[in-house]
């Protein structure tokens, strides 16, 4: 099965890494992401740029607006994502768990809907 690992981070946490420390956390994020994709478990994963760089669409009664940044304000922001294949959910959360950056915001583990199965039943 198919799972999501959201990855949130506090802006303000990281602001307060010391010099060279991100760096250093994110070679480690990139070893194991390389063991992990060795292994069959990691399908994809990429990091997004700064929530400043978003642009949100929304579309209500006909209107669409186009608004600069997240349109959520939060303490968190979407920083990337890992696509992994598990066998569980306890498995999948053993996997977000390897990774550093649950100790700068959190990591949303969610199941993956299988597409096939809902354009089977929708007739599509």
Known sequence: MKFMLMVYTDPALM???PAGEFDRLMKGCLHKADEL???GI???AQ???EPVTARSV???NGNTHVLDGPFAEAKE???GFNLIEAASIEEAVEVAHQFPWSRFGSIEVRPVRDMELVRERVGA
């Open 15 to 17: 602001a307060e890494l």
């Open 37 to 39: 994709r060795a292994a």
């Open 42 to 44: 990691l399908l994809d």
């Open 47 to 49: 990091q997004l740029e």
């Open 58 to 60: 929304r579309t209500r």
């Open 77 to 79: 922001v979407f920083a």
